[in-house]
């Protein structure tokens, strides 16, 4: 079982949201406790793990993702890993198409390395924080939203960059409350900062304590932020100690997701699982 480790949502190594990413040769996946057991050892975010499909069908890879703890609906940053991955590794060409829990997702590598993906807009509704919430993650809330099935998250608007910087929640207190875990965003605040928005992730509740560069987020900061600024086109920066940056592109239903990717490290798994 050879693995990858990719920082995707960067041009540089050490930056962005490392991945984990296995691809298989063969056309069904183990069973899922081998694949929780590999993705607990990686101990990152998310690994991804992919096989190819048959022909002719909707999608031409099967892709899950799984964090140390659990599996999950959908993951952008891993998914921008596992198409440089196939990218780089020349065992895909030209348009991806996966199949996933969230549905098909595409992906396009750029003559620049640069991936773009194609993933649903996360419907938003207006929503109130579980009673304590607000106290743990130590903000005053303009607004709240939730995000829909796939993303599963409180996107929970505050007034300034610097609140969403200097962020430091109490971790076990939001691995309590529910849900796949919290957003917390605000409009750059510099203008010429080269990003139009910021935002930071937590989901300790599945076993991730904070989320560098989440793509997954980004199908709901994108409609929210192109609603407030009046623009389809937009770039979020995110992160506390990691950053990296997510370019959105909001086609109704759906949204672009782009960002560019580096493989650090490459290595074969030496026991039987």
Do not use: K, Y
């Amino acid at each position: 079982m050879e693995i990858r480790i990719v920082d995707a949502f960067t041009e540089r190594p050490f930056a962005g949201n490392p991945a984990a990413v296995v691809v298989f040769d063969a056309a069904s996946f183990p069973e899922d406790g081998v694949l929780q057991r590999v993705a607990t050892e990686m101990n990152l975010s998310e690994t991804a793990f992919a096989h190819p499909l048959p022909g002719g069908g909707e999608a031409d890879w099967a892709l899950r993702w799984f964090t140390p703890a659990t599996e999950v609906r959908m993951c952008g940053h891993a998914t921008l890993a596992t198409a440089h991955v196939l990218h780089t590794a020349h065992l895909a060409t030209g348009d991806m198409r996966f199949a996933t829990l969230s549905g098909v997702l595409g992906a396009s590598v750029a003559e620049d390395g640069g991936v773009t993906l194609d993933f649903p807009t996360a419907p938003l509704t207006a929503a109130e924080l579980p009673r304590g919430a607000a106290a743990a993650l130590g903000v005053e809330p303009l607004s709240v939203h939730g995000t829909g099935p796939d993303v599963g998250d409180f996107l929970v608007e505050v007034a300034h960059e610097s609140t969403v910087r200097t962020l430091d929640p109490d971790l076990a207190v939001l691995g309590r409350l529910g849900g796949r875990g919290f957003i917390v965003t605000a409009p750059a605040g510099d203008p010429h900062a080269g990003h139009d928005f910021v935002s930071r992730c937590f989901f300790p509740a599945v076993g991730v304590a904070e989320d560098p560069v989440t793509g997954s987020a980004h199908t709901a900061l994108a409609p929210f932020w192109s609603a407030r600024l009046g623009r389809e086109r937009l770039t979020g920066r995110q992160g506390g100690r990691r950053t990296g940056l997510v370019r959105t592109t909001l086609r109704g239903d759906r949204t672009l997701l782009s960002g560019h990717a580096v493989t650090v490290l490459e290595g074969r798994l030496r026991v039987d699982v």
